[in-house]
């Protein structure tokens, strides 16, 4: 197919590189030009305006922000749906509120388009490995015609149900993954005075009953900042972690839940990134209450 994909930031520069790597056409677009540098080199076509991408591609993916670039990017003057769109399909892959994307559907849809949200689990390796987990809402007949796309990317897609549900099947999946890395921190501050180097600590924590499958993924990044070592890129940073507590508890609310693990998490976060930087990989939360004390 001819695949155009709206924001291009770590992960949609990996989602790209893995479409074209199967077989698709691939035209992109970007607010940052300088971020497309890679793709072009390796044939991608880049479209001057996201109208320009809706109009040459059969189907569109979008991996944005927030919901004010959502807003921007397929409401504005040159959007995504001032374009002919007619029978076209919209994969929207973003981590949004769950109230947003059916909002944005019903606008797609009365353009004539059809329209899925599948935001996915799993960060710039998986995605470049066609290794995500996807989260899908959406009407049988458009996940349908969404699913080989999908397939291509992801080594499990889940249906939950209507638009709206794929975004809160995420927070779902999210939400232990946010309280283990605080959790994970406060464990590390128990160890600090036993005499295991942190990279024997950190392997053999992965080991354990109590471990989460990330620890295996992540643990040089932790093994790194504990003894002060750069520990590389940056996959997911603390901003993106607060982002998505902060939905989380909102979700929460607007179902009469209540989410105190969540709630201690954020202001736990937050006092990490006032300390640290939100840019810092998520990771280094469980870095920073060891060494809380000297701070």
Request: glycine share 10%.
């Amino acid at each position: 197919m001819h695949v155009g994909i709206a924001g291009v930031g770590r992960m949609g520069t990996a989602i790209a590189a893995r479409l074209m790597e199967v077989g698709h056409t691939l035209t992109v677009w970007n607010r940052s030009a300088e971020k497309l540098r890679p793709l072009t080199n390796a044939g991608a076509q880049v479209a001057r305006t996201p109208a320009e991408l809706a109009g040459a591609v059969e189907a569109i993916i979008t991996i944005l922000t927030d919901a004010p670039a959502i807003d921007a990017v397929y409401h504005g003057p040159q959007g995504l749906l001032s374009a002919d769109v007619k029978g076209k399909l919209f994969i929207e892959m973003s981590t949004l509120p769950p109230e947003v994307a059916p909002a944005l559907a019903e606008r797609v849809r009365a353009k004539g388009a059809a329209f899925v949200e599948c935001p996915v689990g799993g960060t710039i390796g998986p995605a470049r490995q066609g290794k995500l987990l996807g989260l899908m809402g959406g009407e049988p007949a458009d996940v349908a015609r969404a699913r080989p796309i999908l397939d291509q990317l992801c080594r499990r897609v889940q249906h939950a149900g209507p638009i709206g549900s794929g975004a809160v099947l995420k927070l779902a999946v999210n939400l232990p993954l946010m309280v283990y890395w605080q959790a994970l921190g406060e464990s590390l501050a128990m160890c600090k005075q036993l005499n295991i180097k942190p990279e024997e600590l950190l392997d053999f924590l992965a080991d354990t009953s109590g471990a989460a499958n990330v620890l295996r993924i992540r643990s040089h990044l932790i093994v790194a900042k504990l003894k002060g070592e750069d520990p590389g890129p940056v996959t997911f940073n603390i901003d993106g972690g607060i982002k998505d507590v902060e939905a989380m508890l909102a979700e929460g609310k607007r179902r009469g839940i209540e989410l105190p693990l969540v709630q201690r998490t954020l202001e736990c976060y937050e006092e990490v990134r006032a300390n640290t930087s939100g840019e810092a990989e998520i990771s280094s939360i469980a870095a920073y209450w060891p060494n809380r004390g000297n701070r």
